[in-house]
């Protein structure tokens, strides 16, 4: 996208839009029970604490997360409706004006299930995470060009961090991150004896009962297997963006170093006893990483380009 007003408006709606996702992480995950008093014996348990329409108290850390939460979510709805309606004739292309017009329904649904967030179906949870990632993304990728696409390789990278992204919140919905607390194995299995492949459906919610008895570290560690495989592809792509020349050298190395770090603070949540800002971090890695991987398909269309 060219300099100008209409750039602005999209690198401040995306800046909000990172206000959005990491707000909302803190509030699910506090909801969830990371960060209370009497860690881990709390995990769980404060999933329905302060449903929809419940008072918090005033000057709480959760009190001040939702409020930022709401006056970002608001701020960007109009940053959108002004993208679309003031900048129809300066998004050059049919696929960045379809980009544009699906940040506002995608915000639109995100306002809709927040009406039912809190909730113990893991499909809200995964609504609300995969929503604003795919907003973020339509955002950047506004920011970063008005035209073109991505190589097969790329789009692979992108469909993979977004499974990833799905398996990280279904670890959340499920509460089964302390299921494994050890690294690389779970106790030194690989993988669960037996598996409750309800565990992986996000439109099932599963009674107390079932997920005391659930095997839920397969959870973990298609998790992890899961970003064994980012991984590859993404150093693939790295390395191929290092070697194609000094233009996209510098987005080959940031996907890199974003990579390697996400994996540090994965690893760093096992080792800590996932405390909440590790947590916090894990996710906001999640979206800047997301990021780069968009960032790098631009900085390839435009090389291709150029040569």
């Keep these: 996208m060219k300099p100008g007003p209409l750039r602005w408006l999209v690198l401040a709606a995306l800046l909000l839009v990172l206000v959005i996702t990491t707000t909302s992480a803190y509030i699910r995950l506090s909801q969830a029970g990371f960060g209370c008093a009497d860690w881990p014996a709390c995990y769980g348990r404060s999933v329905s604490a302060y449903s929809a329409g419940q008072l918090i108290p005033e ?46 329904i995608l915000a ?14 893991p499909a809200v949870t995964l609504g609300n995470l995969l929503g604003g990632m795919s907003l973020l993304a339509l955002l950047w990728w506004l920011h970063q060009r008005d035209r073109g696409g991505g190589r ?33 194995a779970c106790a030194g299995g690989w993988w669960p004896d037996a598996v409750d492949w309800r565990l992986f459906n996000p439109f099932l919610a599963l009674s107390a009962s079932d997920m005391g008895s659930a095997a839920r570290e397969a959870l973990i560690m298609s998790h992890r297997y899961g970003a064994a495989l980012v991984a590859g592809i993404l150093c693939l792509l790295g390395v191929k963006a290092i070697r194609r020349g000094a233009h996209s050298a510098a987005g ?7 990579l390697g770090l996400q994996m540090l603070l994965g690893a760093g949540m096992v080792v800590a006893n996932f405390p909440l800002p590790l947590a916090l971090l894990h996710n906001l890695g999640a979206a800047l990483l997301l990021g780069a991987t968009i960032g790098l398909s631009w900085r390839n269309s435009k090389n291709q380009e150029e040569t």
């Excluded at 608001?74 to 003031?86: A, N, Y």
């Excluded at 961090?161 to 690294?183: N, Y």
């Design 59 to 104: 000057r709480s850390a959760l009190f001040w997360a939702r409020a930022m939460h709401r006056l970002a979510a608001s701020s960007t709805g109009i940053l959108l409706l002004l993208i679309v309606f003031l900048g129809w004739d300066k998004l050059q292309g049919t696929a960045a004006r379809l980009a544009a017009v699906t940040t506002v």
């Design 108 to 121: 639109g649904f995100l306002a809709w299930l927040g009406l039912f967030t809190p909730s113990k179906l």
């Design 152 to 184: 097969k390789l790329q789009w692979l990278a992108l469909a993979a961090l977004a499974l990833q992204i799905a398996l990280g919140g279904m670890i959340g919905a499920r509460h089964a991150a302390l299921s494994c607390i050890t690294l690389p």
């Design 252 to 258: 080959g190395w940031m996907l890199l170093g974003m």
